[in-house]
């Protein structure tokens, strides 16, 4: 998901240890920190973060059910497994908006300490940032309007002519490219994947193919609208840091085990995907 601009200099920050269970901070407008309680972790950590006692993350933050604003709160899973890695190092968070489509390059700019996007670890990404170990599996999946197109449900219906919505920048760009491209389908891109989803409401294209749970969000309250097959890509998403921290990647890595450990990830996922079993490497 944005531009670059170098900072002249990063502060060291030293977190002292906590021995009492951190609060709940709310958040204001695109910045500030909520999330589960969880107690501290039990190490110090020295960490270079652009603004001392904060962690500056970057993402779309219209990306339901990672991350979005509701009641004029941010929220999302991304958001309240970051707060809780935020929590276990003793920061604070500030949320960043950025363009999926260049948000890595961001990152490795300085612009952000870390990006949390709902972002798939590939190859490609890791030749510009580091990702810290994965703490969602995903799918992608196919949407399209029944009402318009009720033939079809699966891409194997998808003909030569017809128009499939991605989100730029994404992996379900290039699994549409690699895929449907080459059988004569057009693929469209938006900057943001609610714009395709609006587009596809009003029959201007034939399906999105995007993320499964973002997919599943999205059909909600939009006329026509259905999730008819989810694709098995083998994904599996991470949060990214720029390569010059690897102290950052290191300490949000255990963070991430220990929020794991004592069950705050569980319970994180169960709000956010009710009904669906905890993979067990993260709890379940």
């Known amino acids: 998901m944005m531009r670059g601009r170098r900072l002249v200099g990063v502060v060291a920050v030293t977190m002292a240890v906590l021995l009492i269970g951190a609060a709940c ?93 709902a972002s798939t670890i590939t190859d490609e990404r890791k030749q510009v940032v580091d990702f810290s170990d994965p703490y969602y599996n995903a799918r992608q999946a196919l949407t399209v309007n029944t009402d318009k197109t009720p033939d079809v449900t699966s891409t194997d219906d998808l003909k030569s002519g017809d128009v499939v919505g991605v989100q730029k920048g994404t992996t379900g760009k290039s699994w549409a490219e690699d895929n449907l491209a080459s059988k004569g389908i057009q693929i469209k891109t938006y900057t943001n994947a609610p714009d395709a989803f ?54 949000m890595n255990q963070a991430l085990k220990d929020i794991i450990a004592d069950g705050t990830y569980k319970t994180i996922f169960a709000k956010y995907f009710p009904g669906v079993q905890v993979p067990p490497e993260y709890g379940g």
């Open 198 to 251: 609006t587009d596809l409401e009003a029959g201007n294209i034939t399906g999105v193919i995007n993320d499964e749970p973002s997919s599943q969000s999205e059909v909600e309250g939009r006329q026509g609208l259905a999730v008819v097959e989810g694709i098995d890509t083998g994904e599996h998403y991470g949060f990214a840091v720029a390569k010059d921290h690897p102290d950052i990647t290191a300490a």
């Open 25 to 117: 901070n709310k958040k204001e407008g695109g910045g500030g920190s909520s999330g589960t309680p969880t107690s501290p972790s039990p190490t110090k950590a020295a960490l270079t973060t652009l603004k001392s006692g904060v962690l500056t993350v970057g993402s779309c933050l219209d990306y339901k059910p990672f991350e979005y604003t509701e009641g004029g709160q941010l929220t999302g899973f991304d958001v309240d497994v970051i707060d809780a890695i935020a929590q276990k190092l003793g920061l604070t968070v500030e949320w960043k908006k950025a363009n999926f489509d260049t948000i890595f390059t961001a990152l490795a700019a300085g612009q952000f300490d870390a990006v949390a996007a």
